[in-house]
């Protein structure tokens, strides 16, 4: 299984709502990631999970909460989002943990919309 | 800040010929670089790496090349094929597990 699975595809919420993207491997990686990815624009790191604890935090505003229940699993909690919001979010997964860099194996991605 | 730029938002290129792809870089920490393809409704997916160690990493019909001096690295395809159709994006990392793109570059390869 060389997959990371992204749910769901798309998400349409309004800006009162409260949703959740998830994010599941099942390769034995280490480290987590979400990236936001704006039309013609680089995928922007978000967050960054190495052996289920928070390495990095990019100053994301804290309307997005991040959570790694376990190994396999990364969560992406949503609340109060604004429409500039809007993106396609990606998850990633690799399999080092700190001090290693590997490739990164990434989702299809959830595209969300905020009205 | 952008510390991966990769100018040029398309590139155009025959069948059969060479597809040359280019990135460059700001930060001197960066010290592992990898290039990763996307195909429109799919993840990215990885294509080839070199660490700074090394000026040049070939896998088939990709070769990548890093100078150091320049801050700046390359792709390289040949023959291109009208499958590597597909955005490519350049990364580049001073420390695991952190990892940043570049914008892209859209490859279209004509048969």
């Known amino acids: 299984d060389t997959e990371v699975t992204q749910t769901p595809k798309h998400l349409v919420m309004g800006m009162t709502n409260k949703k959740s993207l998830k994010c599941e491997q099942h390769m034995g990686h280490r480290a987590m990631y979400w990236y936001k990815q704006k039309a013609k624009k680089p995928p922007e790191l978000m967050f960054v999970y190495s052996y289920e604890k928070l390495s990095i935090n990019e100053s994301v505003p804290s309307r997005f909460s991040p959570e790694c229940p376990n190994s396999s699993l990364l969560n992406l909690h949503l609340h109060a989002l604004q429409p500039e919001d809007s993106a396609l979010y990606l998850c990633?997964?690799?399999?080092?943990?700190?001090?290693?860099?590997?490739?990164?194996?990434f989702g299809e991605g959830s595209r969300l919309t905020v009205l | 800040d952008q510390q991966v730029k990769q100018n040029s938002p398309s590139l155009s290129v025959q069948e059969g010929r060479i597809s040359i792809l280019n990135c460059d870089y700001t930060?001197?920490?960066?010290?592992?670089f990898l290039w990763y393809k996307k195909y429109p409704a799919e993840g990215p997916t990885f294509l080839i790496s070199i660490s700074s160690i090394k000026d040049k990493n070939e896998d088939g019909r990709f070769t990548v090349f890093l100078n150091k001096s320049a801050k700046h690295l390359s792709l390289h395809i040949v023959p291109s094929q009208p499958g590597d159709s597909a955005v490519y994006f350049c990364?580049?990392?001073?420390?695991?597990?952190?990892?940043?793109f570049g914008a892209g570059t859209r490859l279209t390869v004509k048969p």
């Open positions: 990364a580049a990392s001073a420390q695991a597990p952190d990892m940043r």
């Open positions: 990633a997964s690799s399999l080092p943990g700190p001090g290693l860099i590997g490739e990164l194996f």
């Open positions: 930060n001197s920490m960066f010290d592992y």
